[in-house]
């Protein structure tokens, strides 16, 4: 079955310092692969979303995600933090034919000032 | 376009009761499906309806049931209730073309204590 490994369950970055999140997926077939972002009190907001026309794939808000199929990753980045990236992340894989979406276990960015 | 709206957004029931909750998806997208977020499990698919048909079901047990109606907004019903199943409850929606690429839009959650 696919499934999604998020590395970090929480990650701390001072302003304007590199966001880094990680995430490794298990899949058999070439998957489909999503970053959500969510907020307190809010639902998932998509970010991004890997569906194999680019292995690099930018999103909102200055977030980008590489594909990298030799390391089964799909790693989140952003260049400079801002103190609104304070939020819960999660990665997710979409199996091959249906809508059951399988989310890691998420990792909470802290932004310092 | 109104995003998907869940309601109520908050609820407090006891063990044994029963609770039903509603989601309103995007306009023009048909499918729903229905997701459970707890600290300890994380995010799990409950299950996704498409023209009033439940299309996939996730691993939970019959005590969490749904329906779609025909102007495509969806209900959750939980039966007997337990501590459990105290959690945020997420509806998303999408236009329903069974594509694994296609995007969910999620609403903000009801989340549902229970005593």
């Known amino acids: 079955a696919q499934s999604v490994t998020q590395l970090g369950s929480h990650v701390s970055v001072s302003e304007g310092a590199l966001v880094l999140l990680r995430c490794n997926y298990s899949?058999?077939?070439?998957?489909?692969l999503f970053w959500y972002v969510q907020y307190p009190n809010q639902g998932l907001q998509l970010l991004l979303k890997?569906?194999?026309?680019?292995?690099l794939v930018k999103g909102i808000n200055g977030f980008e995600a590489e594909f990298k199929k030799s390391e089964t990753s799909f790693h989140l980045t952003k260049p400079s933090a801002h103190m609104s990236d304070a939020a819960e992340y999660f990665c997710a894989v979409s199996p091959y034919n249906n809508n059951d979406m399988r989310f890691g276990a998420g990792t909470r960015l802290t932004v310092k000032p | 376009k109104a995003g998907v709206t869940q309601t109520p957004r908050y609820l407090i029931k006891t063990r044994g009761q029963q609770v039903t909750l509603s989601c309103s998806p995007i306009?023009?997208?048909?499918?729903v499906s229905w997701y459970q977020q707890t600290p300890g499990q994380g995010l799990q698919f409950l299950f996704e309806?498409?023209?009033?048909?439940?299309?996939n079901k996730g691993n939970f047990p019959g005590r969490f049931s749904g329906r779609q109606f025909s102007n495509s907004r969806s209900e959750m019903n939980v039966s007997t209730l337990e501590l459990g199943d105290s959690a945020l409850y997420l509806c998303?929606?999408?236009?329903?073309?069974?594509?694994?690429?296609?995007?969910?839009?999620f609403g903000p959650g009801t989340r549902l204590l229970v005593l």
């Open positions: 998303a929606s999408s236009l329903g073309g069974g594509a694994p690429q296609e995007t969910q839009y």
């Open positions: 309806y498409f023209s009033e048909t439940q299309r």
């Open positions: 890997y569906t194999s026309a680019a292995t």
């Open positions: 306009s023009g997208h048909r499918s």
């Open positions: 899949s058999s077939v070439p998957p489909y």
